[in-house]
T-cell receptor, first 116, second 119 residues
Framework: GAVVSQHPSWVICKSGTSVKIECRSL??????MFWYRQFPKQSLMLMAT?????????EQGVEKDKFLINHASLTLSTLTVTSAHPEDSSFYIC????????????FGSGTQLSVL | AQKITQTQPGMFVQEKEAVTLDCTYD???????LFWYKQPSSGEMIFLIY??????QNATEGRYSLNFQKARKSANLVISASQLGDSAMYFC????????????????FGAGTRLAVHP
């Protein structure tokens, strides 16, 4: 299957700072990437859909000014958590659609964010 | 409305036995895809198996098979010959096709089933 790289794997930051998470498709071009959030022992919740060269589409209830998404190239999407607060602590995971495998989505390894 | 329902929060199975993880879905679309992912404690999401709504045969991938009952809207995952390494969370998910654009909608997940394989 296609390979999606997500970095960093974990990050600890102080309240009020911003954190950037990168999601890269390594062996394919991804016009669409998705960002999910997962709380402990819960399912994945879609935050936003990221399209290359255009603004991200956010799910209801997700603050677009808090979670900035940039999809500047066909292989890279970034999620920036701005002015992080302890309640933003969560597991964030991205996924990308591989054109050659159509509807299948491949996931990064996730980022565990802890805001102190 | 709940689109993907996984009614088993947790399941236990003896090593080398088969286990079935249940999944039912709700859609009015004719074209959609059903997925199963495995999430070990490390957090990564591992793609296991895919079933298209128009596929007539049940999908199989090694020890994984998908029991697709379209009329009942169920897509149960069967793991044969369970191994200790199969212990993980398992998520059923669905993507509905976008009729006009030709692409697919977002992937929606069920609540997950935690599988524990005992020696």
């Amino acid at each position: 299957g296609a390979v999606v790289s997500q970095h960093p794997s974990w990050v600890i930051c102080k309240s009020g700072t911003s954190v950037k998470i990168e999601c890269r498709s390594l062996d394919f071009q991804a016009t669409t990437m998705f960002w999910y959030r997962q709380f402990p022992k819960q399912s994945l919740m879609l935050m936003a859909t990221s399209n290359e060269g255009s603004k991200a589409t956010y799910e209801q209830g997700v603050e677009k000014d808090k979670f900035l998404i940039n999809h500047a190239s066909l292989t890279l999407s970034t999620l920036t958590v701005t002015s992080a607060h302890p309640e933003d602590s969560s597991f964030y995971i991205c996924s990308a659609e591989s054109g050659r495998e159509g509807e299948k989505l491949f996931f990064g390894s996730g980022t565990q964010l802890s805001v102190l | 409305a709940q689109k993907i329902t996984q009614t088993q929060p947790g399941m236990f199975v003896q090593e080398k036995e088969a286990v079935t993880l249940d999944c039912t879905y709700d859609t009015s679309d004719q074209s959609y895809g059903l997925f199963w992912y495995k999430q070990p404690s490390s957090g990564e999401m591992i793609f296991l198996i895919y079933q298209g709504s128009y596929d007539e045969q049940n999908a199989t991938e090694g020890r994984y098979s998908l029991n697709f009952q379209k009329a009942r809207k169920s897509a149960n995952l069967v793991i044969s010959a369970s191994q200790l390494g199969d212990s993980a969370m398992y998520f059923c998910a669905m993507r509905e096709a976008l009729v006009f654009s030709g692409g697919y909608n977002k992937l929606i997940f069920g609540a997950g089933t935690r599988l524990a394989v005992h020696p």
